[in-house]
């Protein structure tokens, strides 16, 4: 059965600082997906990470994936306001079930002026 | 317009009513998903679809059914409400696209059970 655990759960920040997200998952899979949630609205899709070693950023957020290690992060440069959100973090399982995928708790931030 | 609409958007029910809540989407997708969302525990999946006539459990399926009439419309039901189904259930699409399957979520309904 594939988990997928994110830490930490909650994350308060200064503005104007860094920080990671980690995502840790149980078994082998290529394909991991980070999503972005506003209170009360849906889930917005930020990055796909398809290969062991792949890296995005778009603006203050970078994502990166080691599939060995099954381990992706999320990097937060600089900390906004705008940025204060829950993000998540799904692992995709493999074979016939592509597509099909697993979340992470959530890592709820806050980024305080 | 929104590519996957949910209807309704909020609902509150009696424990023992049957719910049907719907799922519509106009971006042509094969593969459709409900899940739901209880606070710290992220989503976790009810049923999903592949195509027409795949129709597959998820994690948490019990006290829930499906149906997918068509490409376009993916429903689930609470055949008997129950307190404890009181969550945020979200549909979602996806298709393959360049070795993705980038998930796309509706806007979900917060259902209550009293």
């Known amino acids: 059965e594939l988990k997928v655990e994110q830490n930490p759960l909650f994350l308060s920040m200064q503005e104007g600082k860094n920080y990671t997200i980690y995502c840790n998952y149980s078994?082998?899979?290529?394909?991991l997906y980070w999503y972005r949630q506003d209170p009360g609205k849906s889930l917005e899709s930020l990055f796909v990470?398809?290969?062991?070693?792949a890296v995005k950023q778009e603006g203050r957020l970078m994502a990166s994936l080691d599939t060995k290690a099954r381990l992706s992060t999320l990097h937060i440069t600089a900390a906004v306001h705008d940025l204060s959100a829950t993000y998540f973090c799904a692992v995709s399982a493999g074979g016939t079930s592509y597509g099909k995928l697993t979340f992470g708790q959530g890592t709820i931030l806050t980024v305080h002026p | 317009d929104a590519d996957v609409t949910q209807t309704p958007r909020n609902r509150i029910t009696k424990t023992g009513k049957r719910i049907m809540l719907e799922c519509s989407q106009t971006?042509?997708?094969?593969?459709m998903y409900w899940y739901r969302q209880d606070p710290g525990l992220g989503l976790q999946l009810i049923y999903y679809s592949f195509d027409v006539k795949d129709i597959n459990k998820g994690e948490i399926s019990d006290g829930y059914s499906v149906s997918r009439q068509a490409q376009a419309k993916f429903s689930l039901s609470l055949e008997s409400a129950i307190p404890n189904q009181t969550a945020l259930y979200f549909c979602a699409t996806s298709d393959l696209v360049q070795g993705r399957h980038t998930q796309y979520f509706g806007p979900g309904t917060r259902l209550t059970v009293l």
């Open positions: 990470l398809l290969s062991n070693g």
């Open positions: 078994t082998t899979s290529d394909r």
């Open positions: 971006k042509g997708h094969d593969r």
